[in-house]
């Protein structure tokens, strides 16, 4: 069983950066993608970012490409989202999940954080 922390979350004022991060604990990290999820109030789970085992691959949702970088290091079980130019459509308390296929589909991973909220003021 994989047990999944995320932090780093708070709010900022439009244009900001944050800086996500997701600690593992319980089961081998550096073979698991990890993906990134977000969900606003009223809306449903969304796709933000993924990456692969090696750290080698990732994909992003078009509304955060170019303004969102996902890694990791498997030496710290850990990975991160360094998120810039925050919008206030931004605004979303966002997941850490661990799964073994390279997708941005919800459903195909496995474990899920806690969630951490990111406000973005205008």
């Known amino acids: 069983q994989v047990r999944l922390v995320e932090s780093g979350g708070g709010l900022v004022q439009a244009g900001g950066s944050l800086r996500l991060s997701c600690a593992a604990s319980?089961?081998?990290?550096?073979?698991?993608?990890m993906g990134w999820f977000r969900q606003a109030p009223g809306k449903e789970r969304e796709f933000v970012a993924t990456?692969?085992?090696?750290?080698?691959?990732?994909t992003y949702a078009v509304s955060v490409k170019g303004r969102f970088t996902m890694s990791r290091d498997n030496a710290k079980s850990t990975v991160y989202l360094e998120m810039n130019s925050l919008k206030p459509e931004d605004t979303a308390v966002y997941y850490c999940?661990?799964?073994?296929?390279?997708?941005?589909?919800?459903?195909?991973?496995?474990?899920w954080g806690q969630g951490t909220q990111v406000t973005v003021s205008s």
């Open positions: 999940a661990a799964g073994g296929v390279f997708t941005s589909v919800r459903s195909m991973y496995d474990y």
């Open positions: 990456i692969n085992r090696s750290g080698g691959s990732t």
């Open positions: 319980g089961g081998t990290f550096s073979t698991y993608v």
